[in-house]
């Protein structure tokens, strides 16, 4: 009787340790699922990246203030002036072109 009872006490740690394990590791996906949902960020339009950046410094210029070339120009410039990284500047001049 007392084997009896310690086989069972045996099989339901090894069932309690099993189902925990199973169930910690189920729940690590689940939240490694959560995080890249998280990660996932909303990608700004060039308006969006030239109002925020832009006007930290000073007032925005107009995008039909000037032509193609100068913000061309101005966009080399200010990516260096605002530590703005290639897509971002990219995004913004996109903006300002569309203008013309």
């Known amino acids: 009787m007392k084997n009896l009872q310690t086989i069972l006490i045996g ?6 340790f099993i189902l925990t394990f199973t169930a910690c590791s189920a729940t690590k ?3 490694v699922n959560i995080d890249d949902k998280v990660e996932l960020k909303i990608e700004k339009s060039g308006a969006q990246y ?4 832009c006007n930290r410094c000073h007032l925005a210029p107009s995008p039909a203030d000037y032509n193609d070339t100068d913000w061309e120009t101005i966009s080399l410039h200010m990516r ?5 990284t290639e897509k971002e ?3 913004i001049e996109t903006f300002l072109k569309s203008a013309n």
């Open 89 to 91: 500047i990219k995004k």
């Open 80 to 84: 260096v002036r605002a530590n703005l």
């Open 29 to 31: 996906n689940k939240y």
């Open 11 to 16: 099989l339901l740690a090894l069932f309690t």
């Open 50 to 53: 030239w109002g925020e950046t």
